[in-house]
T-cell receptor
Framework: GQNIDQPTEMTATEGAIVQINCTYQ??????LFWYQQHAGEAPTFLSY????GLEEKGRFSSFLSRSKGYSYLLLKELQMKDSASYLC???????????FGTGTKLQVIP | SQTIHQWPATLVQPVGSPLSLECTVE??????LYWYRQAAGRGLQLLFY??????ISSEVPQNLSASRPQDRQFILSSKKLLLSDSGFYLC??????????????FGEGSRLTVL
């Protein structure tokens, strides 16, 4: 089965850097995803890691350590519009199904 | 380009009434299709997924059912709604076949309130 843990809520200041952690335990692994979900809207894809290391995409970076079952999402130069929930999700050994964590609600304050 | 649409966007239904949510994908062939539910304050729960017409896999026991009558059409149904069926329902698709990342593309969502 899949077990994914991430903090429920975080608060950070506009212009700062925030790191959202995710740990997972899975029976198979085919990649780790991060999605952003604004309140009342559908999730949108942010990043995908299948190999260990850091993937950078603009202000957002995602890190994966498969041996530790650990990932983080790093958001730099925070903007008010970054206030949203950030969902960690893991694909199992097959490719059809992705299991989501409960999400981390990030509040960016002035 | 590929698009996904689901409807209705919002509905309020009495307990015991039927439900039908519809989702269609355009611009791609033979997609993997999914129905997720997000209850208030909870994560996304996978309800059903489909890898082809008429092929439905159920992830959790419930009073909901899904059907895929056409390649790019996915329907979520219930004969009798329960209070616990309230939530935000999301249809999604991903590219079929090995080698794809499994990235999900979500529809706009359908917010269901059962009273």
């Amino acid at each position: 089965g899949q077990n994914i843990d991430q903090p429920t809520e975080m608060t950070a200041t506009e212009g700062a850097i925030v790191q959202i952690n995710c740990t997972y335990q899975t029976s198979g692994f085919n990649g780790l995803f991060w999605y952003q979900q604004h309140a009342g809207e559908a999730p949108t894809f942010l990043s995908y890691n299948v190999l260990d290391g850091l993937e950078e995409k603009g202000r957002f970076s995602s890190f994966l350590s498969r041996s530790k079952g650990y990932s983080y999402l790093l958001l730099k130069e925070l903007q008010m519009k970054d206030s949203a929930s950030y969902l960690c999700a893991v694909g199992p050994g097959g490719y059809q199904k992705v299991t989501f964590g409960t999400g981390t609600k990030l509040q960016v304050i002035p | 380009s590929q698009t996904i649409h689901q409807w209705p966007a919002t509905l309020v239904q009495p307990v015991g009434s039927p439900l039908s949510l519809e989702c269609t994908v355009e611009g791609t062939s033979n997609p993997n299709l999914y129905w997720y539910r997000q209850a208030a304050g909870r994560g996304l729960q996978l309800l059903f997924y489909s890898v082809g017409i008429g092929q439905i896999s159920s992830e959790v026991p419930q009073n909901l059912s899904a059907s895929r009558p056409q390649d790019r059409q996915f329907i979520l149904s219930s004969k009798k709604l329960l209070l616990s069926d309230s939530g935000f329902y999301l249809c999604a698709w991903s590219v079929e076949g090995r080698g794809n990342t499994g990235e999900l593309f979500f529809g706009e969502g359908s917010r269901l309130t059962v009273l």
